[in-house]
């Protein structure tokens, strides 16, 4: 997905076709380090910045 290339978040995978446990740790392990966490969080208040309603809004008034 757009936001695991972004660095946003981190994908699991199928639980169909893969051992998301076994992934899960994995991903929990970067967490520990709290650059990483402090990298993500920056990245997420980049990206989710409190003003989508205001943009959905002020792109639908640009259609009309």
């Keep these: 997905s757009q936001f695991e290339e972004d660095g946003l978040i981190d994908y699991l995978g199928d639980v169909r076709e893969q051992d998301i446990c076994k992934n899960l740790s994995a991903i929990m392990e970067k ?3 709290p650059e ?3 990298d993500r ?3 997420m208040q980049e990206t ?3 003003n989508g309603a205001e943009k959905i809004v002020k792109a ?3 259609l009309s």
């Design 48 to 50: 989710v910045d409190g």
């Design 36 to 38: 990483f966490r402090l």
């Design 60 to 62: 639908i008034l640009k």
């Design 31 to 33: 967490y520990e380090s």
């Design 41 to 43: 969080s920056r990245r």
